[in-house]
């Protein structure tokens, strides 16, 4: 049986991108026109977001880190390839756990420990103060790490996955199979991909996953891959994200995908960070969607 919160999850972000993708926008005044063609398209939207699949938008190749791993080496990692987490995997390349930048906020390099009143430290008892002073002093990956985490496989439903995430709290999901992890999706998946859908590209077919299989494998190899790769295929348009630290890179990756044999058109989304300063800008086409929106 489907659960109600993730299917009104879906109709949530289906409600939210209809209304951003109302141009020219229809009169307010006018509310039977604009509440017809809301509801049509949110209805064709809901569908689409419903027949979607994990392996259709996750990220991959997914990169991860060892229990033995120290603090710092994890931390690196994360900033190097610009991503907020870490599937945690043993030698034998299963997942035992995920890291965060969650994980880092309380931390003693920093001064952040967790500071509780003593009446609060009676009731919690000594062994909850213990656990926190682990999590704030430990040195490895394994002493932060959590344990345990809730995965997801490669055909679980989008509307499975938003109630995932809003149940358990959660910023990322890793795709698992045989309990080893191939992806990971996260709430700039989501986004993408809905928001891919809210264009009214039709449904993937069996062609699109394996132009996507193509197009990652091909940009997979090359140095100036772009970090967090996230590829959504519609009747063999490409949709391209992640993050790039090169702008050169942004045309190299384009032309990597055009490459690839049932591409019709590639459409650019991918961010630009500044390695220096940190700053970063969205890809020219979307900054000319946000103008005309």
């Not at 358990?168 to 191939?182: C, E």
């Not at 300063?277 to 000319?288: K, R, V």
Request: aromatic content about 2%.
């Amino acid at each position: 049986m489907k659960s109600n919160d993730g299917r009104l999850a879906s109709i949530s972000i289906a409600q939210n991108l209809i209304l951003l993708k109302c141009s020219p926008p229809l009169p307010l005044e006018d509310n039977s026109i604009r509440g017809a063609c809301c509801s049509a398209a949110l209805r064709r939207l809901e569908q689409e977001i419903i027949k979607t699949r994990a392996h259709q938008i996750m990220t991959r190749p997914v990169f991860t880190v060892l229990p033995n791993a120290t603090i710092l080496e994890a931390a690196n990692l994360m900033l190097e390839r610009h991503v907020s987490g870490l599937p945690v995997v043993d030698t034998a390349g299963k997942l035992v756990g995920i890291v965060s930048e969650g994980d880092f906020i309380r931390r003693s390099e920093i001064g952040t420990q967790r500071k509780r009143s003593r009446l609060l430290k009676l009731i919690l008892g000594p062994g909850r103060a213990a656990t926190d002073f682990v999590h704030e002093h430990g040195c490895r990956v394994a002493e932060i790490m959590t344990h345990d985490p809730v995965t997801i496989t490669e055909d679980t439903p989008l509307e499975t996955i938003v109630t995932l995430m809003e149940k358990n709290k959660l910023k990322r999901l890793p795709v698992t199979r045989d309990g080893r992890v191939v992806g990971i999706v996260s709430r700039a998946n989501l986004l993408q991909a809905v928001a891919s859908l809210a264009r009214q590209i039709p449904d993937p077919t069996a062609d699109d996953d394996h132009i996507r299989n193509r197009i990652i494998d091909a940009l997979g190899r090359k140095d100036w891959c772009p970090h967090g790769l996230n590829v959504v295929v519609r009747d063999g348009e490409v949709n391209l994200g992640g993050v790039i630290t090169d702008e050169r890179s942004r045309q190299a990756a384009i032309v990597c995908a055009e490459n690839v044999a049932g591409v019709k058109q590639v459409h650019d989304h991918l961010c630009w960070v500044d390695p220096m300063s940190g700053l970063y800008f969205i890809a020219p086409e979307d900054e000319e969607l946000a103008k005309a929106s």
